[in-house]
């Protein structure tokens, strides 16, 4: 119904709100005949509009402290599984670590141990290797004697006069030398 403004002046009041970009029924624009109506009209859609976009506020609100919690949750979750996931692999290293290092001293052992016999054995063979050449080397000697029939006091003889026939020609020597100097 028009809005009557007096000296012969109608304004349709669905036409002005339409103007101010608000929608409004056909129905009910024609139910609206005063200024007050029209107003009343208006700040009840604005209240309609205000509880319609505070409750999606609230909606968004709601969800995006819902969304931080499941994040942080991810995140501690994330987190611990991580640790949990560390621990592992450290006490792992430290088992296989330990492991390897009770290996390795176990056959640097018996490879000492391999050694010091391989030791011993070589030892056991130069000494009876020393032994039959003490022997063989003694049976050269006797033999050598028996072979000459050369006693032990023939061959200090020979060396007693050789050592005196070697004094005689040093000292001889030593004359002539002497000789020759004055």
Do not use: C, H, R, W
Not at 69 to 78: F, K
Not at 163 to 180: G, H, S
């Amino acid at each position: 119904m028009p809005l009557n403004l007096g000296v012969d002046y109608y304004v349709d009041i669905g036409t002005i709100l339409k103007e101010f970009g608000i929608g409004i029924e056909e129905q009910i624009s024609q139910n609206i005949t005063t200024v007050q109506e029209a107003a009343d009209y208006i700040e009840k859609l604005i209240e309609k509009k205000t509880t319609a976009a505070n409750e999606v506020l609230e909606e968004l609100v709601e969800k995006t402290n819902t969304t931080k919690t499941n994040i942080t949750e991810n995140l501690v979750e994330s987190k611990d599984t991580i640790t949990t996931n560390t621990n592992d692999v450290i006490k792992d290293l430290v088992e296989k670590t330990n492991t390897t290092a009770t290996d390795l001293t176990e056959k640097l052992v018996e490879k000492k141990d391999a050694a010091t016999t391989m030791a011993t054995d070589v030892i056991e063979k130069l000494v009876e290797t020393k032994d039959a050449a003490a022997t063989t080397t003694s049976d050269v000697i006797e033999n050598f004697v028996d072979n000459t029939n050369t006693t032990k006091n023939d061959l200090i003889e020979k060396l007693v006069e050789k050592k005196d026939a070697t004094t005689t020609y040093v000292n001889e020597k030593i004359d002539e030398k002497k000789d020759t100097m004055t």
